[in-house]
């Protein structure tokens, strides 16, 4: 068994920053990928950015470019750096892990940027 467990989350301004942190626990033994994913009231839940387990990133165009996420191996911890926020990167950030075939999911945190 795995637990994610979020936090940093909070109300920001628009333009402002925000680093969300992601701890992992429990039974880990080869993570393949650990990423961010988002969910906005009246929509779907989307993939904000991940890093592959030999450090291979991808981000969302919408975020492109003000983002950056980082993994501490070591600690089994994965952040997400956010900058110029948007009152539309308001939502519940979730964290994810993949291992083995399995996905893992946080409790997730929220963010509110407001305009």
């Known amino acids: 068994q795995v637990q994610l467990v979020e936090s940093g989350g909070g109300l920001v301004q628009a333009g402002g920053s925000l680093r969300l942190s992601c701890a992992a626990s429990?039974?880990?033994?080869?993570?393949?990928?650990m990423g961010w994913y988002r969910q906005a009231p009246g929509k779907q839940r989307e993939l904000v950015a991940s890093?592959?387990?030999?450090?291979?990133?991808y981000y969302a165009d919408s975020v492109k470019g003000r983002s950056t996420i980082s993994r501490d191996n070591a600690k089994n911890m994965v952040y997400l750096q956010m900058s110029s926020l948007k009152p539309e990167d308001t939502a519940v950030y979730y964290c994810?892990?993949?291992?083995?075939?399995?996905?893992?999911w946080g409790q997730g945190t929220q963010v509110t940027v407001s305009s």
């Open positions: 429990g039974n880990i033994f080869r993570v393949d990928v």
């Open positions: 890093v592959s387990s030999g450090g291979a990133t």
């Open positions: 994810n892990l993949l291992q083995r075939g399995i996905m893992y």
